[in-house]
């Protein structure tokens, strides 16, 4: 099974900030890799596919890049409704596996 | 407009059965891969099962193989995960996904998930 890694668990930055968003794979994964943000009570919106392709409706302020076994989400500027949970998911290596998460939380 | 609709949670006994449906609307279903996704309480994210476009691939995490299988009738729109021998660490939301295409890799949209609780 592929483990990813997400760090840091949380990361506490203010708006306005620019955000980091690390995703480590135990084996390579390609560039199969999505981020997904996910707020308290909803279902996860995938934010970006085939790490670095935003997703419909997805505002510019999130990039993805990375390939192989590192990769990252960025957030150029936060918004107040950006303070949630972020996931990546790899889908290159049966089972499909998701990272534990990390929590972007308003500093 | 995309919609997934999960039903048929709800409480179930250790060592019981029970089968979820996921209805679709607004996409020509038998075009995409669909994904069943999980979340424990308070956890993160685990993959549970996926299935390709005409039913004929199915895929299952490691900690359901054996017990659940995925299906889809592409006639009625709906997909169908009937979950076995049920352990209380099965106890989670369960949500369904539509892929981005034929082939499971990446769940563009979601439904509002269905709670199973496995407890006597």
């Known amino acids: 099974e592929t483990v990813l890694t997400q760090s840091p668990a949380t990361l506490s930055l203010s708006p306005g900030e620019r955000a980091t968003l690390s995703c480590r794979a135990s084996q390579s994964v390609s560039s199969c890799l999505a981020w997904y943000q996910q707020k308290p009570g909803q279902a996860p919106r995938l934010l970006i596919y085939d790490a670095s392709n935003r997703a419909t409706g997805i505002p510019a302020r999130f990039s993805g890049g990375g390939s192989g076994t590192d990769f990252t989400l960025t957030i150029s500027s936060l918004e107040p409704e950006d303070f949630v949970l972020y996931y990546c998911q790899q889908c290159n290596n049966w089972p499909y596996t998701f990272g534990q998460g990390t929590k972007l939380e308003i500093k | 407009e995309v919609h997934l609709v999960e039903s048929g949670g709800g409480l179930v006994q250790p060592g019981g059965s029970l089968r979820l449906s996921c209805a679709t609307s607004?996409?020509?279903?038998?075009?995409?891969?669909i994904h069943w996704v999980r979340q424990a309480p308070g956890k993160g994210l685990e993959y549970v099962s996926a299935i390709n476009d005409n039913g004929g691939s199915t895929y299952y995490g490691d900690a359901v193989k054996g017990r659940f299988t995925l299906s889809r009738d592409n006639s009625k729109n709906t997909l169908y995960l009937q979950m076995g021998s049920l352990r209380p660490d099965d106890t989670a939301v369960y949500y369904c996904?539509?892929?981005?295409?034929?082939?499971?890799?990446?769940?563009?949209?979601w439904g509002q998930g269905t709670l199973v609780t496995v407890s006597s």
């Open positions: 607004g996409f020509t279903f038998s075009s995409y891969a």
């Open positions: 996904a539509r892929d981005r295409s034929s082939w499971p890799q990446v769940a563009d949209y």
